[in-house]
């Protein structure tokens, strides 16, 4: 224990705590005694104040000691951030810092679990006890699957066998643990081609494995795009999506094959050397190396025209390559083949026919600028204006002939001379291409000389397309109404959008917007939007997001659609009154549909599922309620002495199909009103009379002023005074306030008749009252009934009469102190029941009596004032009307 003397010398509380907790850590602990070791369980992600634990209530600790314990927390670690500590009663608390298990315990791995580790010190030092606290935090489903990479690439050869498999590398990762972490994988569309397996390796790591389920054709179908799904085991499950492109590798499986397998070219003999005279060609499905096709002349082609001739083997273009003798006209043919990898050359025949012609025709030589292939020119779309596509020489030409050189064609395209150079032309662009209106363009290049001699040459013009389009939505506000209480994953809407660009330019997928909220899902190649859960319009009515549809071009394009949701309401809620049962006081006497209380009752429902009716079920002979507004009204006004308490059960029904309702009772308390002034039971008469004997002692009790009140509370409770006196010595008698009990004062000197005017007021606001007068007759005896009856006040004098001012200044005469009043009540009360069951005694006691002895002749004026109250009549007048 601390000393006394030794703590008061220390200049702080601070420096006390400080040297406690030092002589704690250096003094020998009990292990048994002094130690302790807690565990909880929490899920992470809980919100602020969340009770972990009682450290009090799991060690059985009373927390009504003196000094009262208090428990700290030793701050050695940073575990604390993330929990609150009640100092006096030692419960744990979630901290505003909200627990995340994998930023906690990020280097963990699973087989470790993640925990909080905590020392709590109770003090002090007489009760000190070190807990050693484990929490463990337990993992929630807050985190998606996810790929490390967008799009995974996974290559399958054609000829891959049926059941072939190939691993998808680039699995999908889940910061959770568990049945939380990933569990499967599935493909958003297989094309009948393809399926899923998941395997496990030793370290409880899952990788997918694509399955080949038929035979593929990469000529058919060169490239597969799906989108690949990694599943956890949370409820309900999340998931991550990437896209898989499977590419179709190729196997040399194709041999060449020639587009025309004959071809007939007609040659003038006066042809120049190097005239292109014709291009062969030969296509094979294959790509890379297993398409690649050379051209070479037969064997059985002669030296001859082997040097008359020339064919380019890459290009297959058959060129002349000398001179032809004009003067005799002479038919060659020429067999070609088609070489392709470990295949048999395709074969094709081509005849050159020779004309002997006296003038030729001129000869036109292309060069190209733009790009060409196999006499096709690839034009970008984007390409501006005036772009310039090839360059026209016109050769073969007299010196002094006329040369007509123009462009049959009705596309965006003209031949000009070059302005420099004679007999050359440029083919250019007049406007702006666009794939999406047309892709190819065929068009001829006419040469016409002064003889007439025509050459046609013919040029193609193919437009490249280029992402220039985005995708556009059928709508661009899509409105679904869908009824609450819906199943889960229901079907919303399919989305739709297009795009005008080609291949994967053209190729849409659908996102939600970053709006979107996440109980919607949209499939990204179908567009079907679904909401996972079931709705509640009370809950929220509608909701609005966006959602994407993006292109595969390279840059992406896309557009965006507003989503708007309509919740339609069901009848799915009854009407409920704000409170469970209501309570209103009313005064009484309250006037006639006067307003008692307002019902306030709410429906969750919409339209008519939400409008309520109001009736009463009981009482409706005495309330009446307005449907509208929920007041309650009473049709007369209310007595609180006749009934003081109502209880009465209000229903409230909506307007739905079929119709909901809810029952409340309401209780209505009458407040007393002072309504009633106090009514003297007893004495019965002011011409009443006692007889009290001349020897009575001072203090006895002669008789008593009996009076109740209909009312309650502070009006019910009654106080005696005497406020006037007609004795022969002033102040002889003295009456009780509270219990209204005569008692004698001082000794009686004079004979004679006594009168006290007493006053019986209540405590009401206003005040109510009323006087009774009692009469004592001091003698031995009753001797003389006319003197006494000439004595008593006259009933004309009382009625007549103004009340007697109350007296002051008399200690027997004082009015009760408030603060004692509630005691007095229930001590009269006691008193009273007491006085009932002695007089009833004594009443069958008398009865007895008499029945034995003869009766006795009595006074008509002697009424004893000490009467049972049982025998006072049950409906008693007021004395001070009398």
Not at 219 to 246: F, N, Q
Not at 598 to 604: F, I, K, P, W, Y
Request: net charge negative; charged share 20%.
């Amino acid at each position: 224990m601390w000393n006394t003397n030794r703590g008061t010398c220390l200049r702080s509380k601070g420096e006390l705590w400080g040297l406690f907790i030092l002589l704690l850590y250096t003094g020998p602990l009990s292990c048994s005694s002094n130690f302790s070791h807690l565990i909880y369980k929490i899920k992470e992600g809980l919100s602020k104040g969340t009770l972990i634990g009682s450290i009090a209530a799991d060690l059985n600790l009373g927390l009504s000691s003196d000094p009262s314990r208090s428990f700290n927390l030793e701050l050695k670690t940073n575990s604390q951030q993330y929990v609150t500590l009640n100092n006096t009663t030692g419960e744990l608390f979630t901290s505003a810092v909200e627990i995340d298990r994998e930023t906690l315990c990020a280097e963990s791995h699973e087989g470790q679990g993640c925990a909080i580790f905590l020392d709590v010190l109770i003090l002090p030092q007489q009760y000190f006890q070190l807990v050693k606290i484990k929490i463990i935090i337990e993992d929630v489903n807050d985190n998606r699957p996810h790929f490390p990479v967008d799009e995974i690439r996974v290559s399958v050869p054609e000829n891959a066998p049926v059941n072939a498999r190939f691993a998808v590398e680039q699995s999908a990762v889940d910061p959770d643990i568990g049945i939380h972490s990933v569990q499967t994988y599935w493909l958003v569309n297989d094309y009948g081609f393809f399926t899923l397996d998941v395997e496990e390796n030793e370290g409880g790591e899952l990788t997918p494995f694509l399955i080949i389920t038929e035979n593929l054709d990469r000529e058919a179908h060169a490239e597969y795009v799906t989108d690949i799904i990694a599943e956890d085991g949370g409820t309900p499950p999340l998931l991550g999506t990437a896209t898989l492109r499977i590419i179709i590798t190729d196997v040399n499986d194709n041999c060449p094959k020639f587009t025309e397998s004959q071809v007939n070219v007609t040659l003038y003999g006066n042809a120049t050397k190097g005239a292109q005279l014709a291009r062969l060609q030969a296509y094979d499905p294959d790509e890379g190396e297993n398409a690649l096709i050379t051209y070479s002349f037969s064997e059985r082609v002669t030296q001859e025209s082997r040097n008359l001739f020339n064919l380019d083997t890459i290009t297959g273009v058959l060129k002349l390559a000398g001179k032809i003798d004009n003067n005799t006209g002479k038919l060659y043919k020429l067999i070609v083949l088609a070489n392709g990898p470990t295949c048999i050359p395709e074969v094709a025949m081509v005849t050159v026919h020779v004309i002997r012609q006296l003038s030729g025709p001129p000869a036109v030589v292309p060069r190209y600028i733009a790009s060409e292939k196999d006499g096709v020119v690839s034009l970008s779309e984007s390409e501006p204006p005036f772009t310039p596509i090839a360059f026209f020489t016109i050769k073969n030409t007299e010196p002094q002939g006329k040369i007509d050189c123009f462009l049959e064609t009705s596309g965006p395209f003209r031949l000009v001379p070059y302005e420099r150079f004679k007999n050359e032309y440029l083919l250019e662009t007049t406007d702006p291409l666009d794939y999406e209106q047309q892709q190819d363009y065929e068009m001829v290049v006419v040469v016409r000389n002064a003889h007439g001699l025509v050459v046609n040459t013919v040029v193609k013009v193919h437009v490249l397309d280029v992402n220039d389009n985005a995708p556009v939505f059928k709508q661009s506000f899509v409105e679904i109404t869908v009824e609450e209480n819906n199943p889960p994953n229901t079907f919303l809407v399919q989305l739709q959008a297009t795009d005008a660009d080609s291949e994967s330019r053209g190729q849409v997928y659908y996102l939600l917007g970053a709006d979107a909220p996440t109980i919607f899902g949209l499939d990204r190649s179908t567009g079907v939007l679904s909401v996972s859960t079931s709705l509640d319009r009370e809950e929220k009515e509608t909701y609005r997001f966006m959602v994407r549809a993006v292109d595969r071009g390279t840059p992406r394009k896309e557009s965006i659609a507003t989503v708007i949701i309509t919740v339609r309401d069901r009848n799915d809620n009854s009407p409920r009154f704000i409170n469970k049962d209501f309570t209103f006081f009313v005064p009484e006497n309250f006037p006639g549909f006067g307003e008692i209380g307002v019902l306030t009752v709410t429906d969750a429902d919409a339209g008519e599922n939400g409008w309520v009716a109001l009736s009463i079920l009981n009482g409706s002979d005495i309330f009446v309620i307005d449907t509208g507004r929920g007041a309650l009204r009473a049709k007369t006004p209310l007595d609180r002495e006749q009934q003081g308490t109502y209880y009465v059960w209000i229903e409230a029904i909506d307007g739905g199909e079929p119709a909901l309702s809810c029952i409340t009772m309401v209780t209505v308390l009458l407040l007393d009103v002072n309504d009633n002034p106090p009514t003297v039971l007893f004495p019965q008469s002011n011409q009443s009379f006692m007889l009290v004997l001349p020897n009575t002692l001072p203090g006895t009790s002669i008789t008593e002023v009996y009076a109740v009140d209909r009312d309650t509370g502070m009006n019910a409770v009654i106080a005696y005074s005497i406020i006037k006196r007609n004795d022969g010595e002033p102040g002889s008698f003295d009456i009780d306030p509270y219990t209204g009990n005569i008692t004698l004062r001082k000794a009686l000197n004079n004979r004679g008749l006594y009168s006290l005017w007493v006053k019986v007021r209540d405590h009401g606001q206003p005040e109510l009252y009323s006087t009774v007068l009692v009469n004592l007759f001091v003698n031995e005896t009753v001797s003389n009934e006319t003197l006494i009856q000439s004595l008593l006040p006259r009933a004309v004098d009382i009625n007549d009469g103004e009340d007697p001012p109350v007296k002051e200044g008399r200690e027997g005469d004082r009015v009760p102190n408030p603060c004692g009043e509630l005691m007095m009540v229930l001590l009269a009360l006691t008193v009273t029941c007491l006085g009932l069951f002695l007089t009833v005694v004594s009443l069958v006691t008398f009865i007895c009596c008499k029945k034995r002895k003869p009766k006795k002749k009595r006074l008509d004026i002697e009424i004893p004032l000490k009467l049972n109250h049982e025998m006072v009549d049950k409906n008693p007048m007021e004395i001070s009307n009398i």
